[in-house]
């Protein structure tokens, strides 16, 4: 049985905004599923709908087996941390992590015992007696979590947690994050706009695009097999490049270059001859070699790799992720190509709608 079982969730506001669509998803027991999308996306709504802050339209929420659609807040066994804190001031660091248990009137000694127990997975027993306003960022951010892990909830959610962190610590806190859920083998559900944070920290993805689902699997599965081109360029950094142009006798052909097909992407397209499509590339697949033409425009060394941006055809940027250090100068010209194994198709978008990927066997959907 899925700890947490969501069947067509969906949310309307007062103001008639549907912000959520049909939302679908079984979270196992201890799996960390991450909420993804830009801002206005739904994921927050929806995470609140799951904590029970905001009321559900239509559709179900069971969580280890209870209807919890319409239970409030607290019988609802979660525990949700937010993005500031929302820590007392006043009270000790101590106090802050007890006071769930304070207010439920459990034992002193149980009290003591829980918050030494989560003091401890938090490296913050050495500042139990502080305010707040002591702690650093990172540290505040574990005593919020500190006061989620003693009520030992069914599930924990997470609100874009680490989004007031400067990017070292967020980067600190995430690796931390990853331990802790290893430890507590905690069911967590966690809302980012960072597509960082998702490939890091999930187990399974949910890509969301203006309150629908675009595609759920794991991080490998939507940075490999992106199910349409929403998907395609909000995972992976720089974004995939795209290409739109006609399947024409075996060559991609665009107003840009002409390319020509392998036996196998010749096979994926048949049914696409005279059609137009669009070619995605990731920026570290395209290769130094092929007959594309590339006028740069910057070349920028980061060390372990070479962004180069450059214009094709004299109207379209695009970025290449190159594993050598490069030193181009800015107006040269270079040729380029593309990874075969690594070229994606998809269909042209329509209005708001997506370009689903084509794929061998029709499975262009994604989602599970
Ligand atoms: P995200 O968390 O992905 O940034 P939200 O879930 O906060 O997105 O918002 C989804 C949509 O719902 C947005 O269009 C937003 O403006 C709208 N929305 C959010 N909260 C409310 C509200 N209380 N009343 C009306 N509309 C809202």
Partial sequence: MPEV????????????????????????????????GPSGCGKSTTLRMVAGLEDITSGDLIIDGKNCTRLPPKDRDIAMVFQNYAL??????????????????????????????AAEILDLKSQLNKKPKQLSGGQRQRVAMGRAIVRNPKVFLFDEPLSNLDAKLRGSMRRELILLHKKLNATIMY?????????????????MSMGHVQQIGKPIELYEKPANTFVATFIGLPPMNMFEGVIEKGKFKSSLFEYPLNDAQKDL??????????????????????NVKLHIT????LGMNTLVHGKIGGV??????????CNYKVGEEINIGFDPEMMHFFELPEGDIP??????????????
Wanted: charged share 30%.
């Fill in 269 to 290: 397209l048949k049914g696409y001859e005279g059609q137009s499509v669009i070619l995605g590339v990731r920026p570290e697949n395209i290769t130094r070699d092929g």
């Fill in 5 to 36: 079982n969501i069947q067509h969730l969906e949310k309307v506001y007062d103001n008639k905004v549907k912000a959520v669509h049909d939302f679908n998803l079984d979270i196992a027991d201890g799996e960390f599923i991450v909420l993804v």
């Fill in 355 to 368: 370009g689903k990927a084509i794929r061998q066997g029709g499975e262009n959907d994604g989602t599970d």
């Fill in 316 to 325: 379209k940027i695009i970025v290449c992720k190159f594993a050598e250090w």
């Fill in 88 to 117: 007392y001031g006043h009270m000790t660091i101590y106090e802050n992590m007890a006071f769930s248990l304070t207010l439920r009137k459990e034992k002193k000694d149980v009290i003591h015992r829980k918050v030494m127990a």
């Fill in 298 to 301: 910057n070349n920028e060394n």
């Fill in 191 to 207: 809302v980012t706009h960072d597509q960082t944070e998702a490939l890091t920290l999930a187990d399974r993805i949910v890509c």
